[in-house]
């Protein structure tokens, strides 16, 4: 039987658990998915005995994503220009490691909004931590003009800019409304609009009709941007695809099998946050 895991310091409120859990019982797998805690000092103890505990590999969150990186032998372009790995696994004996949430990102708006990078002049991203990053790897992937990077703390943004060079600018969050102007999508990024967070209080009337409105948080499912976005009248794509398909990569490198991000799959997570949220 193949065992797989989910890491991270805490780790009781992860979902994969349950997203592997489902597709093992699709596909009738023999197998498991775990949740490990492992506090930040234990890390590279429990990564460098992984095999001898039977593990196929598995999946790495925060606070361990950057050590196991460190750990990890990793050939992923994503992974090595974002200095962080969700994902592991072995391979000739060799533990190696990826990064699946440039690929969840994009994999979610591709089903959910197909076409929407076809011609991406403007995008404008709000946030500039991990997530940020990630997903500014991605526009760029797909070709976006120009991005306006647009974040509470300037500095954070800046760095971002550098990183990725000139179709990244940097602003700070008071211009955050004219930036909207003529732009193509709008992702947020920040954990506002988070249940127990503020919200994400933005006068979406400066986008264009045509735009696409996207968020990572997916507790609520619906954020009030994503409310306000509905209500102009824009298209909207919510946070929870992209959970679940940055999740795919790993399951099909430990359990051998290619699964799909189903309304099942989809429907099963989203009663697991509503019970949540009571
Ligand atoms: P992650 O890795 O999930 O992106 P992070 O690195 O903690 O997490 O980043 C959180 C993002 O949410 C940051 O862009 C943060 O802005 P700062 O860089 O200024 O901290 C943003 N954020 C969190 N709370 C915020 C708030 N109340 N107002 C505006 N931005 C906020």
Redesign the pocket.
């Known amino acids: 039987m193949k065992r797989a895991f989910v890491v991270g310091y805490p780790i009781s409120h992860s979902r994969s658990p349950l997203i592997h859990g489902f597709w093992l019982k699709e596909l009738g797998i023999q197998g498991s998915y775990e949740r490990i805690a492992v506090e930040p000092a234990a890390f590279q103890a429990f990564a460098t005995t992984l095999a001898d505990r039977g593990f196929a590999g598995g999946n790495v969150t925060v606070p361990h994503k950057e050590a196991a990186f460190r750990l990890a032998s990793v050939d992923d372009p994503v992974a090595r220009d974002l200095e962080a790995v969700n994902t592991l696994w072995f391979e000739d004996g060799v533990l190696k490691g990826m990064n699946t949430d440039v690929a969840g990102f994009l994999a979610n708006l591709d089903q959910e909004a197909p076409g929407w990078s076809d011609n991406l002049r403007r995008a404008v991203v709000l ?6 990053r990630a997903i500014l790897y991605g526009l760029i992937q797909r070709g976006a003009a120009e991005i306006l990077l647009i ?3 300037l500095e ?1 943004a800046e760095a971002l800019a550098r990183h990725f060079g000139s179709k990244v600018k940097a602003l700070a ?1 008071d211009q955050a409304e004219t930036a909207l102007e003529g732009a193509d999508l709008l992702v947020n ?4 609009g988070m249940k127990g ?2 919200p994400l209080d933005l006068d979406l009337s400066h986008l264009p009709k045509s735009a696409l409105v996207t968020d990572i948080v997916y507790v609520p499912l619906e954020t009030p941007l994503l409310a306000a976005a509905r209500r102009f009248g824009l298209a909207t794509v919510d946070g929870l695809g992209m959970l679940l398909h940055q999740a795919v990569p790993g399951f099909e490198r430990w359990f051998g099998a290619r699964p799909e991000v189903t309304p099942q799959l989809r429907a099963l997570v989203l009663a697991d946050i509503e019970a949540q949220a009571g």
């Open positions: 946030g500039a931590g991990g997530a940020s974040n509470r703390t954070r969050w990024t920040t954990s506002l967070q503020p």
